[in-house]
């Protein structure tokens, strides 16, 4: 028995039985961001140099590469999550709404893409 | 569905502040901060793909006085998102929601991200030439 009413049906209003999925991925999401981001971060602050050759060279060594893979597409799925929702809370204005969130959209699939196409530049593109 | 004249919920304004609302306002304010670091992360591998010329140009702001605050400021807001946001896991799983649990939690939260972020610093700084 379904308690949506008719009405509802026909609109689309509602759960679409996906709600419980969308909650669990954005809390997958931030789970493993955390190791993710931890090892970026004190990799980064622990390196011997981030000069060219330094950062080059660890962006090129196989895991930290894998690393980055990983977390590229994580972090603008987070990222794009959190400011959709700003978004949502503060922008009324239905028109703007909308074209904010596909700009907002465009911005996290391309910088996503942008950055895993830049590691692999580096890790297939030989040593400097 | 939505016009300007039906009413709207109560806003912030009118709330009386509290300690562990901070705590959010924070989190939201750190996540965006976060989510411009990440573009500022995509264009330094994009420099860095680019070449020596390219990323030389990435690297000097980073270096200079400038590009060292907006990386400590990140550094915090980082370290501050992540406690938060495992903060926010032990909510949604049902931990720490009465007040006062909620007002230590978020007492630890500052103290760890005070910390966190004064190491984070120290590091950032104590590379030379590292920016």
Same mark, same amino acid.
């Given at each position: 028995?379904?308690?949506?009413?008719?009405?509802?049906?026909?609109?689309?209003?509602?759960?679409?039985?996906?709600?419980?999925? @969308?909650?669990?991925?954005?809390?997958?999401?931030?789970?493993?961001?955390?190791?993710?981001?931890?090892?970026?971060?004190? $990799?980064? #602050?622990?390196?011997?140099?981030?000069?060219?050759?330094? !950062? @080059?060279?660890?962006?090129? $060594?196989?895991?930290?590469?894998?690393?980055?893979?990983?977390?590229?597409?994580?972090?603008?799925? @987070?990222?794009? !999550?959190?400011?959709?929702?700003?978004?949502?809370?503060?922008?009324?204005?239905?028109?703007?709404?909308? #074209?904010?969130?596909?700009?907002?959209?465009?911005?996290?699939?391309?910088? $996503?893409?942008?950055?895993?196409?830049?590691?692999?530049?580096?890790?297939?593109?030989?040593?400097? | 569905?939505?016009?300007?004249?039906?009413?709207?919920?109560?806003?912030?304004? /009118?709330?009386?502040?509290?300690?562990?609302? +901070?705590?959010?306002?924070?989190?939201?304010?750190?996540?965006? &901060?976060?989510?411009?670091?990440?573009?500022?992360?995509?264009?330094?591998?994009?420099?860095?793909?680019?070449?020596?010329? +390219?990323?030389? /140009?990435?690297?000097?702001?980073?270096?200079? /006085?400038?590009?060292?605050? &907006?990386?400590?400021?990140?550094?915090?807001?980082?370290?501050?998102?992540?406690?938060?946001?495992?903060?926010?896991?032990?909510?949604?799983? *049902?931990? *720490?929601?009465?007040?006062? +649990?909620?007002?230590?939690?978020?007492?630890?939260?500052?103290?760890?991200?005070?910390?966190?972020?004064?190491?984070?610093?120290?590091?950032?700084?104590?590379?030379?030439?590292?920016?």
């Amino acid at each position: 028995m379904s308690l949506k009413s008719p009405l509802g049906r026909v609109l689309g209003l509602g759960s679409a039985k996906e709600g419980a999925a @969308h909650w669990w991925s954005t809390r997958l999401a931030a789970v493993a961001l955390v190791p993710l981001l931890v090892w970026l971060v004190l $990799a980064l #602050l622990m390196a011997p140099s981030l000069d060219y050759a330094g !950062l @080059h060279a660890f962006v090129r $060594a196989p895991l930290n590469a894998l690393g980055l893979v990983l977390l590229l597409p994580v972090a603008a799925y @987070h990222s794009l !999550l959190g400011v959709r929702e700003v978004v949502e809370d503060y922008v009324h204005a239905k028109g703007t709404k909308v #074209l904010v969130l596909v700009l907002l959209d465009f911005a996290h699939v391309g910088a $996503a893409v942008a950055g895993l196409y830049a590691v692999l530049r580096v890790s297939f593109g030989g040593s400097p | 569905m939505s016009d300007a004249s039906r009413p709207l919920s109560p806003h912030l304004q /009118v709330y009386r502040f509290t300690y562990t609302m +901070a705590t959010s306002i924070f989190h939201r304010a750190t996540g965006l &901060a976060l989510a411009a670091g990440f573009l500022g992360l995509v264009a330094t591998l994009i420099a860095l793909a680019d070449g020596p010329q +390219a990323y030389a /140009v990435a690297y000097e702001l980073l270096k200079g /006085v400038v590009g060292k605050l &907006a990386l400590i400021g990140l550094l915090t807001a980082f370290w501050y998102h992540t406690f938060a946001g495992l903060r926010h896991l032990a909510f949604d799983a *049902g931990y *720490g929601l009465d007040k006062r +649990a909620a007002r230590r939690s978020a007492t630890w939260l500052f103290a760890a991200t005070a910390l966190a972020a004064l190491l984070s610093a120290y590091c950032l700084l104590a590379g030379g030439a590292r920016p």
